[in-house]
């Protein structure tokens, strides 16, 4: 397979091999590629755990009365979300 990179990903895989972080632009963009895997493997746990989280029983109907109540909720998403993305 071949894999054409744009000018600016190029930059940047030549700037991470004159850093010493790579020795040759495949294991940049292997890299690469494990953080997408990882990634969007979070993203569909996180999926899957809202998804039961709407069947659990343990689940409190919340009710959102004003626009500071939904900044809340979503900001607690937010973190625990990061918290579980971070703990990987």
């Not at 091999?17 to 294991?27: S, W």
């Not at 890299?31 to 969007?40: P, S, T």
Request: aromatic content about 4%.
């Amino acid at each position: 397979m071949e894999i054409e990179l744009t000018p600016e990903q190029n930059s940047f895989v030549d700037l991470g091999i004159e850093q010493g972080r790579y020795l040759r632009a495949e294991e940049a963009v292997q890299d690469a590629l494990e953080l997408w895997v990882n990634r969007e493997r979070a993203r569909l746990e996180l999926l899957a755990e809202i998804d039961a989280g709407d069947d659990s029983p343990e689940s409190e109907d919340i009710i959102l009365q004003s626009d500071e109540d939904i900044v809340k909720f979503i900001r607690g998403i937010e973190q625990r979300g990061r918290a579980k993305l971070a703990a990987g």
